[in-house]
């Protein structure tokens, strides 16, 4: 039992890790989706659009390693949770659709180009949306019984639940400004880099809003955060925020390019080491554990053997795709 | 409005419609795949110009159908949790590693490599920019490795244990899951129809534009690849469905009753049912045309072998006769005309006629979506098949749905209808604009050059303005 609990942990790790992978980097694709009507049409939203096309379907990637390795190492948990949230995944998925065949699209039919921008942009945003009152329906817990999903199919929809979906809306709208910062230039450049000041406001106040709802739920979120002399910890998660948040400003009022997007990242992760605070251990709050929802130790180890020699090899040619078609993106596309 | 159907039903034509969907890009991309890396090695091999535009010209159309099979697939790796819950707690110990290992070693690979290989020629250089080609093939293949052994497990369970709350739990050895009794029959036979796919699909652009310009000698070259492919592959393809099926004859004799039509057993020799009418209600075929004692000469290799039929199952254990009777037939009668192709093709490469017999090509381009037809209706033999059951003689179909109100499937399935045929639709739409369009000397990359910036002027309109 010794072994196979620490592998519950680390397989806890493994999935979290993906799941933050898929936020920050589908994260700015979708943020860019989001923010594409406000750019104008032609170089702007060209230089937009390809400096995310040789990327987005290995970021989107990450959901799919979020979705099946829920799926292999918790299945309980994918049962439920999918449930539980029926609409909004398939929502999500829905928009997703719509998102990435945008990219081929708009370039193969420019007379129906004003279409598949807005199926990108508005397929961007419904898949954000979903994801983030996913994230809401999931904090303020779902009906367990019998280990299956016991409520009715719109129970994920909440005030709490609309506010976390307007919190990832707004800070992937926070990621794909402050990447095009780094990546586009001239007008374009300099758009960003305003919407991307509004989103960084708008990216706090949601995180202080969501955080400051959070411990009044129903669970033990409360003592999570202000127990001694775990308040001593997790302190910690807020000090840094507002230093991460401090420089983020600093760098988006100086010329930086790469720094804020950087810093938007720092953001995400602390947003995301917060949750992590509130949830450990429970997978659905409340009623599943990690333990609870454990695939059985023999599907565990196969896959971390695999997941261990394949990951580092994952993350080295994803990063060599990255260098690839590094610096700014120009007009012509990445010539 | 959805209180006639149950929730279970939804659920089933969800899954159906939405996986048979999806197949019909990858049975495209695995072959494309390896159609554009032949292409391309080629090039650096001979040097020659018109491999490379051959190369651009499918490497445009495989970036549609990628991403449309990518935005597909991703709906499928959820449908399990969301409409199948229940089938999710209790095989996902099993096949759900199986399923991790497909995104880990497959799609990553794909997706990390395919920006490379639709804009990077002239970042990284011939060398490493083939090398990205490889690995796009190679993923497709990993991938169709991976989710077959998961189908094939569902098909014909081995290795693994029932624990006492009912869920399947893995046994000692991960290869007797992986490798189970009916998977390499399968993915030899399904990665084969997809080569098939492609290689009919090509054929029959070639000869469109054959057909248009017999000189062309992209659409030359294009075709001969293809009709090579028919007519080597096309009988191997024939010998692979004849293993596969004696397989399943082996692991589960009920799909081929009813792929056979033999709803009675036949203790001296079965015949072979060509044609005719299933009829359920009173478990016979109608009109039925039939060969004396075939069937039993093709499963049994024996004149005179008995065959068992249906009456012997349960009528509650029974998969439903009439889609899988037809299904199968569609199946076989496409690949005898592929064959059939592919021998004409040989006759007119013989008498030097391959490109300049216009009943030839018009044969080709009727012939181009063959395979889906096929691959679709191989599907559906195989999957009803299963019926009723999930995990094949273990997990009931009405005992795996998730416990969801039939208004929630029924109105998601009618979203995922609304948009897949108005999204694949203008897809499958630009592949096609883009097949009509010959292949051109230079052909310009894959590329989304700004059709609006200043300063460059579209070369395809130049090139076709010039013809």
């Known amino acids: 039992m010794g072994i196979n609990v620490d592998l519950t942990v680390i397989w806890a790790f493994i999935i979290a890790f993906a799941v933050f992978m898929y936020v920050v980097m589908d994260g700015f694709d979708l943020g860019i989706g989001i923010l594409f009507p406000s750019f104008k049409v032609g170089e702007e939203r060209d230089q937009a659009m390809n400096s995310i096309a040789p990327v987005w379907d290995g970021n989107e990637t990450w959901l799919v390693l979020g979705g099946g390795g829920l799926f292999a190492a918790f299945p309980l948990a994918y049962g439920v949770i999918l449930t539980a949230t029926y609409p909004l995944i398939i929502a999500m998925l829905l928009g997703l659709v719509f998102r990435g065949v945008a990219f081929e699209f708009r370039w193969r039919d420019p007379r129906h180009r004003a279409l598949w921008d807005m199926a990108f942009s508005v397929g961007s945003f419904i898949a954000a949306f979903a994801q983030g009152v996913t994230l809401g329906a999931i904090l303020q817990g779902v009906q367990v019984e019998n280990q299956a999903y016991a409520g009715g199919w719109l129970d994920w929809l909440t005030p709490f639940s609309l506010l976390t979906g307007a919190g990832v809306v707004i800070g992937y709208a926070l990621l794909g400004a402050t990447w095009l910062i780094w990546k586009v230039e001239g007008t374009a450049e300099a758009h960003a880099r305003r919407l991307a000041l509004w989103a960084a406001i708008g990216t706090l106040f949601a995180m202080a809003a969501v955080s400051a709802a959070t411990p009044f739920l129903q669970f033990e979120y409360w003592k999570r955060w202000f127990d001694m002399p775990g308040v001593l910890a997790t302190a910690q998660v807020p000090l840094l925020t507002a230093i991460v948040a401090f420089l983020l400003f600093r760098k988006l009022r100086g010329g930086a390019t790469a720094a804020p997007f950087l810093l938007a990242l720092a953001l995400f992760a602390l947003g995301f080491a917060g949750l992590g605070i509130s949830l450990f251990p429970y997978i659905v709050p409340d009623s599943i554990t990690i333990w609870d929802a454990a695939a059985p130790e023999r599907s565990q180890v196969f896959m971390l053997i695999g997941t261990a020699i394949i990951m580092p090899i994952i993350l080295a040619y994803t990063g060599w795709a990255y260098w690839v078609f590094r610096g700014k993106v120009g007009t012509h596309g990445y010539h | ?467």
């Not at chain 2, 496409?334 to 093709?345: E, V």
């Open chain 2, 1 to 467: 409005m959805f209180d006639a159907f149950d929730a279970l039903l939804l659920a089933r034509i969800q899954f159906g419609f939405t996986v048979s969907f999806h197949f019909i890009f990858p049975a495209f991309s695995i072959g494309l795949a390896s159609y554009l890396m032949v292409l391309e090695g080629l090039w650096l091999k001979t040097g020659r110009d018109i491999y490379l535009d051959l190369f651009r010209y499918w490497v445009k159309i495989f970036a549609i159908a990628f991403a449309m099979g990518v935005v597909s697939g991703i709906v499928m790796s959820y449908q399990f949790g969301t409409n199948w819950s229940v089938f999710s707690t209790k095989a996902g110990p099993v096949i759900g590693p199986l399923m991790a290992y497909e995104v880990l070693t497959a799609f990553f690979l794909e997706a990390g490599f395919l920006g490379v290989m639709l804009f990077g020629m002239s970042k990284v250089g011939k060398g490493l920019h083939f090398a990205a080609t490889c690995m796009v093939a190679l993923g497709t293949f990993i991938s169709a490795f991976w989710i077959l052994s998961v189908n094939s497990w569902m098909q014909t369970p081995t290795g693994f244990e029932i624990s006492p709350d009912g869920r399947f739990l893995p046994g000692p050895s991960w290869l007797a899951i992986i490798f189970n009794p009916s998977f390499p029959y399968r993915l030899v036979h399904t990665v084969i129809a997809a080569y098939l796919t492609t290689a009919f699909v090509v054929g029959a652009v070639g000869a469109w534009h054959l057909l248009r310009d017999c000189r062309n000698l992209h659409a030359r070259k294009m075709f001969s690849m293809a009709m090579w492919m028919a007519a080597i592959v096309a009988p191997v393809q024939i010998f692979a469905g004849d293993m596969h099926g004696l397989n399943t004859l082996e692991h589960q004799p009920a799909k081929v009753m009813a792929m056979e039509g033999h709803y009675d057993s036949h203790p001296d020799g079965a015949p072979l049912i060509l044609f005719g009418i299933p009829n359920s209600a009173e478990k016979r075929i109608d009109y039925a045309v039939e060969i004396p004692k075939a069937s039993s000469l093709i499963l049994k290799h024996d004149l005179d072998a008995p065959l068992a039929g249906l009456d012997t199952i349960p009528d509650d254990r029974e998969p439903p006769v009439p889609v899988i009777f037809w299904s199968f037939r569609v199946m076989v009668g496409i690949g005898f005309a592929m064959l059939g192709l592919g021998l004409w093709s040989l006759f007119a490469r013989m008498r030097k006629r391959l490109y300049d017999w216009p009943g030839l090509h018009r044969a080709a381009v009727l012939m181009g979506p063959s395979g889906f037809v096929a691959v679709i209706a191989g599907w559906i033999t195989t999957e009803v098949g299963r019926q009723p059951y999930t995990v094949y003689g273990e997990l009931l179909t009405a005992q795996s749905s998730s416990p969801l109100a039939a208004p929630a499937v029924g109105a998601s399935l009618i979203a995922f209808v609304i948009v897949y045929f108005a999204v694949f639709g203008a897809g499958t739409w630009y592949i096609l604009h883009l097949m009509h369009r010959p292949a051109v000397p230079h052909e310009p990359e894959h590329e989304p050059v700004p059709v609006r910036a200043a300063g460059i002027t579209p070369a395809p309109a130049i090139v076709t303005g010039a013809e």
